[in-house]
């Protein structure tokens, strides 16, 4: 189990709990996270489950896979920070990750 905290762009923050070997994707939707899209329901198709990860958290997980990375090139504003969060795990190593929601995702 793990705390994960999404934060908008009006820096407003909700805390959720994770179990372990779920997806933050899977997360967020189920928290009615406004932002995380995931049109293709974590196929790696859509690119609409982007967010940005912070800094603190970022070495900690898995390197993005290159079907990951080639995806990201196509979401709105990539910046070094962007995951699909269909392809990230939570675990203990997610507690307290802070996970910034982008404003669009078209
Ligand atoms: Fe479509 Fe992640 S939900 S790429």
Same mark, same amino acid.
């Given at each position: ?9 009006? @820096? ?6 994770? /179990? ?5 994707? *899977?997360? !967020?939707?189920?928290? @009615?996270?406004? @932002?995380?899209?995931? #049109?293709? @329901? &974590? *196929? =790696?198709?859509c &690119?609409?489950? %982007?967010?940005?990860?912070?800094? !603190?958290?970022?070495?900690? =997980?898995?390197?993005?896979? #290159? /079907?990951?990375?080639?995806?990201? /090139?196509?979401?709105?504003e ?8 269909? +392809?990230?795990?939570?675990?203990? *190593?997610?507690?307290g990750?802070?996970v910034?929601?982008?404003?669009? +995702? %078209?």
């Amino acid at each position: 189990m793990s705390e994960i905290v999404f934060v908008d762009s009006a @820096g407003r923050e909700t805390r959720v709990n994770a /179990e372990d070997g779920e997806t933050l994707m *899977a997360v !967020a939707v189920r928290s @009615g996270i406004d @932002g995380i899209v995931a #049109q293709c @329901g &974590g *196929a =790696l198709a859509c &690119g609409t489950c %982007h967010c940005y990860i912070d800094e !603190a958290h970022l070495d900690l =997980l898995p390197p993005p896979s #290159q /079907e990951e990375a080639d995806m990201i /090139e196509f979401v709105m504003e990539p910046k070094p920070n962007s995951r699909l969060s269909c +392809q990230l795990l939570m675990s203990a *190593a997610t507690d307290g990750m802070r996970v910034i929601v982008p404003d669009n +995702q %078209h």
